[in-house]
């Protein structure tokens, strides 16, 4: 058994808070990526404990020590930890709620290996004369959705841990098993605000006490800041709590037709924050794309990887930690899907779609591209097909097209190198 850490200090960086962190009863021994927000209000269900540290690290594991997998569900952040059970000889692994942050992991029955990045699993292979396989059916996956999502990955022999769920290793046995701890399902709410008054009031209080949260830092934290909506807000709200100026961090384009580093500005300006915008070209984009391709692991679609790791790298300079605005188009459906969903839901659309596109076929390119949302192939594939074709991915039907291709290239090229066989035999 090898827990391996290393770690990013955020909260309490003196070295007795590094990992892997046993508890105080000896027990148990806990590695953990990420950050728990609400630790502090936790720490009030363990009154008799005397703290050694002021991090979140010795929070999550003592309450794991007097509470076990049920304390999973108290937490309130973004973490993949693993925790060994010394008297049990039982490790267990653990995601947050909505995966956030990265577990991958390669079972075999007898040996496990897990890691929050995908070279780790893979360095340790080859380390044992092994290497990992390319998993040719996540490609389809990725044509379609500009990602693979979970559980596979870009290799065959490893997976991604499933969000809000824990895994328990026996280790005399080598058996694994599953546990979903937290569902979203559950958390709807079963009888929405009607009220805008209310609503705006509840919302208000829940932004302004996540973001305060999510500020409780020991080192130096900053925001990034596009001008946009989400962004400005998460940054406005940092500013009211903040008892010092808010160091704001922004990209700007040399070339004029990408730029949109004015509008964060503005919005740093009424703010009063201690603004930075980095200059970049379309070249240093370009420049990225090798180190990108290191730091993801996997294929992966998304172009806004490239602004965000640029501004992250120039933000790294002054500080450790940064807020964003990540997630406020899911909350408020501010993408174009949310529309399109709403509309290929009406009745009427749904009786004439197919008429509808094959007219718009006929149309120019833009019509044409907007049209094939109508072309979805089921009701149940609707969301993943107004994502793919909204992201200006592969249709479903245009990946089996991909495949079927593939596959007859593949039997083509079978078939010549028997014939060339043949023939040699012949010789």
């Given amino acids: 058994m090898f827990l391996g850490h290393r770690r990013l200090s955020i909260l ?3 070295e007795v808070a590094n990992q892997p962190m046993v508890s105080q009863c000896g027990g148990y021994v806990m590695v953990y990526n990420g950050e728990v927000y609400n630790y502090l209000d936790l720490k009030q269900k363990l009154p008799e404990v005397h703290w050694k540290t002021n991090s979140d690290t010795e929070v999550i594991l003592e309450l794991f020590a007097a509470f076990g997998t049920k304390s999973f569900s108290w937490l309130n952040g973004m973490f993949a930890l693993a925790v060994l059970d010394i008297k049990k000889q039982v490790l267990v692994l653990c995601r947050d709620q909505i995966g956030i942050k990265p577990l991958f992991y390669h079972h075999d029955g007898e040996s496990l290996t897990f890691s929050s990045e995908l070279k780790g699993i893979r360095q340790f292979a080859k380390l044992h004369g092994k290497d990992l396989t390319t998993n040719n059916e996540a490609i389809p996956y990725f044509l379609h959705l500009g990602f693979i999502p979970e559980p596979a990955t870009i290799f ?17 046995s080598g058996k694994l098993s599953f546990n979903r701890y937290w569902a979203a399902a559950d958390h709807f709410l079963t009888a929405p605000v009607t009220s805008e008054n209310e609503a705006v009031i509840r919302y208000k209080e829940t ?5 305060d949260e999510q500020m409780v830092s020991d080192v130096p934290l900053g925001s990034f800041l596009s001008g946009g909506i989400d962004s400005s807000l998460v940054t406005a709200v940092a500013s009211k709590v903040s008892p010092g100026k808010v160091k704001t961090f922004s990209i700007g384009f040399s070339e004029s037709a990408y730029d949109e580093s004015e509008y964060a500005h503005a919005v740093a300006k009424h703010l009063h924050t201690d603004h930075h915008i980095f ?17 993801y692991d996997e294929p992966f679609a998304d172009s806004s990887a490239f602004p965000t790791m640029l501004v992250s790298k120039l933000a790294r300079e002054q500080v450790t930690v940064a807020l964003s605005g990540d997630g406020g188009d899911e909350y408020f459906q501010g993408y174009g899907m949310y529309t399109w969903a709403n509309r290929l839901n009406q009745p009427l659309i749904k009786t004439f779609r197919r008429p509808i596109h094959s007219l718009t076929q006929a149309m120019g390119n ?14 149940e594939k609707i969301p993943t097909h107004i994502f793919s074709q909204e992201q200006y991915y592969f249709s479903e039907q245009e990946v089996n097209e991909i495949r079927l291709r593939e596959q007859k290239l593949q039997r083509f090229s079978e078939n010549e190198n028997k014939y060339q066989q043949a023939e040699q035999e012949k010789v």
């Fill in 12 to 14: 309490d960086l003196n």
């Fill in 156 to 172: 065959h022999e490893v997976f991604k841990f499933p969000a809000g769920s824990f895994a328990e290793l026996q280790l005399s």
């Fill in 207 to 211: 932004v302004f006490r996540a973001v």
């Fill in 279 to 295: 200059r970049v070209s379309v070249n240093d984009i370009l420049e990225l794309i090798p180190s990108l391709l290191k730091v």
């Fill in 366 to 379: 833009r019509f044409k591209r907007g049209g094939q949302l109508f072309n979805y192939p089921s009701e």
